[in-house]
Structure formats: C-alpha cells, structure tokens
C-alpha cells in the first residue's frame, strides 16, 4: 500500500521567540552551521536576506566549522559585486560600519537618512549622498553589535526587493526581534571563536587607579595629575604603574587602552 508522507513543520515565523533564540545560539564552532541557517531561515521568512560583519576592524571572513563561508554558501551573497567582504577597505570608507561605530541599537538606512528610534547626531553627520553607488541595494536594517573588548559587529537585514527603499513597516514590525537574534549569534560565534585571553580575568582596579587614568587619557602628565588630585608624583606614578601590572600591560599608553575596553574610562566629553 502506497503513501505519501508529508514533512509538517512549523514556520519560523510561527515559533516563539524564545525559540527562534535558541536556534541561533552557538555555544561551540560545530553550532556555527544550523545557526546561520535558522537566521536565514528567519529573515527569508519576513523577506529579507542577512549580511554579517562580526568585527569591523578585521578582514577575515566568517565561517563555520567546516570552513564554509557563511556569507556566501548560507546567507546567499555569491553574484558579483555583492560579496562585499572582500572589499578590505570598507571598514573605513562605507557609511554602515561607521554608523555602528556610533549607534548601538538597530536602525535602518537609505539614502535619504539613518533612520532611528532616537535622534543621533553623530549619525546625522555621516554623508549618504554616495550611498547607492556603493551598497548593493536601496535600504537596509542594519542591526550594530557591541561586544566586550571594543569589538563592534555590523549586521543587515536587506529586502528581497532590491529595489525596495522603505523599510519602515518592516523596520517597526521586525526590528526588535532581529536585534534579540543578531545579538544572540554574534555574541555566540565570538565566543566559540575565541582562541585567546586579551586582558586577565578577574581583573579589578582601584578607585584611585581608574582616576588617574581617567587624567591620563584625556592627556595629562603624570605631573598635571598630581597637581590635580593634590598627591605626589610618585604616588601617580606607582597608581598607573600597580594598573599596569594589574592588565597585564607593556607600557601607559596599553594600560589606557586596556582600561577603556573594560569600561573604566567611560565616554570622554
């Protein structure tokens, strides 16, 4: 007796978020492969199709554990002119990845603007008046992530209607849900890709080490910042000399750069 069988399996449009999410977590490298598919599979379902960037400031490509590429053999960025990846000097000239240097919650682009759910005026600086001549479609979501370390990911969301240049509705209706999953795989693929410690664990400065450094970065001597704290030199001395030794660092100038990676700077007026 003959019979068909069919597979019934239920849209990922369908499926809780708290599902979607576990889809594209990667907890090792071997995860790597059915994540990026889940995301596709997620945006392919709301009509967009996904690029990804996990650090701006490297040329590599993303791949998962078998060396495939995940760009082009699972997001689908294979004609010529789209594999964008391969342009090592778009970190620093391209509009998208320098946006995500100054917004950290998703927005979307075209050429009329960068288009936030609150007003950003470093982005408002930004010239788009090129933007079509280099991005392989009209309108994006771009979804930036802020990783530990000043690791910065540039992600997008573009229509399968390349000639689509409003993304609002789609913005409104999906731009949350692609943050939570863009976040959750980015976060993931770092992680399992991680092959050594940058600054030592457990690493916790001092009050008065952070202050010092504060001074440092904006400029100051080790003399002005005595003279501002009202302490001998070679109490500022020793306090960024003990940060140091606590980051494991080669000289001042790594001891600040690793101190702002960690957060203890802040932001600079």
């Known amino acids: 007796m003959a019979s068909n069988v ?12 708290e599902l979607l999410l576990e889809r594209v977590t990667i907890r090792c490298t071997d995860d790597i492969h059915d994540a990026a598919i889940a995301l596709a599979r997620a945006a392919a379902e709301r009509g967009m199709q996904v690029a990804m960037c996990d650090d701006i400031a490297a040329k590599t490509a993303m791949f998962d554990a078998d060396g495939i590429n995940l760009n082009a053999d699972i997001f689908g960025w294979i004609d010529d002119g789209v594999r964008w990846w391969e342009d090592s000097r778009l970190a620093l000239h391209w509009q998208l990845p320098r946006a995500c240097r100054y917004e950290s919650e998703p927005f979307w682009v075209n050429r009329y603007g960068f288009h936030t759910r609150w007003r ?85 400065l001092s009050k008065r080490e952070v202050e010092c450094l504060r001074w440092a970065a904006i400029g100051k001597t080790d003399r002005e910042i005595s003279m501002i704290l009202n302490r001998s030199h070679a109490t500022i001395r020793y306090h960024i000399h003990r940060a140091g030794e606590k980051l494991d660092s080669v000289n001042r100038a790594q001891t600040i750069f690793k101190a702002g990676q960690l957060g203890y700077l802040g932001a600079s007026d």
């Open 120 to 204: 950003n005026s470093y982005l408002d600086d930004i010239d788009l008046s090129d933007y079509e001549k280099k991005a392989i479609c009209k309108a994006s979501i771009v979804v930036p992530v802020h990783l530990p370390f000043g690791q910065i990911s540039c992600n997008t969301f573009t229509s399968l209607d390349r000639s689509k240049e409003d993304l609002s509705e789609e913005f409104a209706r999906y731009g949350s849900l692609f943050g939570q999953l863009m976040r959750r795989f980015i976060a993931g693929y770092v992680q399992a890709n991680r092959t050594k410690r940058r600054i030592p664990a457990d690493c916790v």
């Open 6 to 17: 069919v597979e019934l399996r239920t849209p990922l449009s369908m499926e809780s978020v």
